[in-house]
């Protein structure tokens, strides 16, 4: 979750470019920020303060920090909170550190290095690094040994990289569990969390390996893998300088991604349809097409994509899928055969919970399959099939377009599936990617006119203090992602439900301060959801109706109605996401909250 950055440049003051650096890692949600350097002496020098980038930007103009070698963060407070002695780099006499990650162990080496008088100015678990490092050095020993007798005792998941004292040409960094990606430039060296923040400055890049120690010095890296081997990765063309990472005009990168939804879903599917027989190719599915069920594994608004993907599969396959929660489906001891198929979802292809999943389920002799975002990830590099949404960097911390990526890429594999198993005609087939096709230019027609959603935001979510959402089959995920975007960008409360789970206890909270959301599209449960609304008019709730020109003549006493294009039911979820977002996005622009950062969050969980 915290962004790092390191560079080492034979010629020129790194600090301008550890800021672009960190800009350019602002997408991932932090608290606090700081960069490290050394002085023309050979000492450590830093600069730290709580807040975002503009408070590090005007503690620098007050006091200058230059050299040809240097860290940058950006933190996401766990241990500690939020200030400038809990910023990051860290640092010693001897050396500094940048840290994502969490160290377990912690507490037992603070204690025990205090009991031997290492002194401690922060409370997060990231400082016991430095100070065993610098305990070490001053023990006699080089900075590489140092490091190397450090890491194994360290309990937990790191991406680590030290800076060292009187070493203009030396960085070192680290890696378990939390990424990390090395670039070439032109004279200089760069480190980084992710491609974005170092690519612009590198033609060429490497990814490191879970468990792997890395040496950077002017113009090379010798890497040594977890066994203590050297070790040669693959270099790979920088993918990322070229992109426009702006805003494009837009007042958010949360609006402008939901605008680039028609291109991406587009693009996606441009990946899969062959142009001349018009039919689906995806990678050889071995893996799936032998097995008799299937294990897709997720967190967040990616398990709500996996949720429709369930039902996608399910109906046209008639192949029974689990759709599991990573963070709890790794520490159940699950039952699994062997032979059978897990699919893990990721924007990032680093979360934590959902990479430890997979690892579990390779263990238990699954065959491995992952849909994400970043190819070079950990997770699509550990997988046996990847499928690769293509809706480029997402800066925004809720997931948007790559949520409905996804969804592209769970609906095609769901037609393959059926057409494999033999459940699906030629002529359905063919019915159905047409469906598909006609998508990108629906979703653009819908937000040619956003106004309708703007106002109701305005004036019947941004007021509210709990909000319900309720849909029922592929609609029932959609009020689950809608009610998460809702609350993590507006703070609003919300919850969203099965619609026939309004009897079971949720009708209890409806009165006329609940508006209640109700994801109705005209399918074949449209005449249950209806009931559903009409119980919810009947306490005085107020009914906001997502759904088409059919099912709004069928229904009346609503607060306010957002009308769609009447579509094939298989698409709903593609189309009625784009609405679902607005209303999130227009209510937190309404309260005035950072919608691109929402407080306490991250956009790459790689820590559990």
């Not at 300088?241 to 996606?268: C, N, W």
């Not at 990616?302 to 993907?309: E, K, R």
């Not at 959402?469 to 409360?493: D, F, T, W």
């Not at 959801?529 to 020109?549: H, P, Q």
Request: with cysteine.
């Amino acid at each position: 979750m915290c962004g790092i950055i390191g560079l080492l440049s034979e010629h020129r003051d790194v600090v301008p470019e550890l800021l672009d650096g960190l800009k350019r890692l602002e997408y991932r949600g932090y608290d606090s920020i700081g960069v490290a350097t050394l002085n023309p002496n050979g000492e450590l020098e830093r600069r730290r303060t709580e807040g975002k980038l503009a408070a590090l930007s005007k503690l620098l103009h007050r006091k200058p920090l230059s050299g040809f070698i240097g860290l940058g963060h950006t933190r996401w407070a766990t241990h500690g909170a939020p200030s400038e002695i809990n910023a990051h780099p860290h640092a010693t006499p001897e050396a500094a550190i940048v840290h994502n990650g969490i160290i377990e162990n912690f507490q037992e080496i603070k204690t025990r290095l205090l009991t031997e008088g290492r002194c401690f100015e922060t409370q997060t678990d990231s400082e016991v690094v430095v100070h065993l490092v610098s305990q070490k050095i001053r023990q006699g020993l080089e900075p590489l040994a140092a490091v190397r007798e450090t890491l194994p005792l360290l309990e937990g998941a790191f991406a680590l990289v030290f800076l060292f004292a009187y070493h203009h040409d030396l960085l070192i960094g680290a890696r378990r569990g939390s990424p990390l990606a090395i670039g070439f430039g032109e004279n200089e060296m760069a480190i980084g969390s992710d491609a974005l923040a170092i690519g612009p400055i590198c033609r060429q890049l490497i990814y490191l390996e879970d468990g792997d120690l890395a040496v950077i010095r002017p113009g090379s890296v010798k890497i040594i893998d977890q066994q203590g081997l050297s070790a040669v990765r693959p270099r790979r063309i920088s993918s990322v300088a070229s992109l426009d990472l702006g805003k494009s005009g837009y007042r958010h990168f949360m609006l402008k991604e939901i605008y680039e939804q028609p291109q991406v879903i587009g693009d996606t599917l441009n990946t899969m349809i062959n142009p001349v027989t018009g039919r689906l190719s995806l990678p050889n599915l071995p893996e799936l097409k032998r097995t008799n069920r299937l294990t897709i594994v997720a967190c967040g608004t990616a398990s709500f994509a996996a949720l429709i993907g369930k039902y996608w599969i399910e109906k046209l396959a008639r192949l029974p899928v689990d759709v599991e929660v990573g963070s709890e489906f790794r520490y159940r001891d699950p039952v699994l055969a062997p032979g059978q198929a897990a699919l893990f979802i990721s924007q990032s292809g680093e979360t934590a919970d959902t990479l430890g999943a997979l690892r579990l389920c390779r263990k238990m002799g699954q065959g491995i399959l992952s849909i994400v975002n970043v190819p070079e990830s950990t997770i699509a590099r550990e997988s046996n099939v990847l499928l690769s949404t293509v809706a480029g960097p997402e800066f925004g911390v809720a997931s948007t377009k790559t949520f409905t990526a996804q969804l592209t890429l769970l609906a095609a594999l769901a037609l393959v599936l059926a057409t494999h198993r033999g459940h699906l005609s030629e002529q359905q087939e063919t019915h159905l990617i047409r469906a598909l096709m006609e998508v990108p230019a629906i979703c653009a027609e819908i937000l040619a006119n956003t106004g309708p959603m703007e106002a109701l935001a305005r004036e019947l979510l941004a007021p509210a203090r709990d909000v319900l959402y309720i849909g029922r089959g592929l609609s029932y995920p959609l009020a689950l992602e809608g009610a998460l975007k809702l609350k993590e960008i507006s703070y609003i409360h919300a919850e969203g439900y099965a619609a026939g789970e309004l009897k079971h206890g949720p009708i209890a909270l409806v009165d006329e301060n609940v508006p209640v959301i109700v994801v109705a599209p005209t399918d074949h449960l449209f005449s249950k959801t209806a009931s559903n609304l009409a119980e919810v008019n009947a306490r005085g709730g107020r009914t906001i109706f997502i759904g088409d020109k059919d099912g709004l003549a069928k229904i009346s006493n609503l607060a306010g109605s957002l009308i769609l294009p009447k579509i094939d039911p298989f698409v709903i979820p593609l189309v009625y996401a784009i609405p679902i977002q607005l209303l999130a996005y227009y209510a937190a622009v309404t309260k005035g909250t950072d919608v691109d950062q929402p407080r306490n969050l991250a956009k790459s969980v790689t820590v559990e």
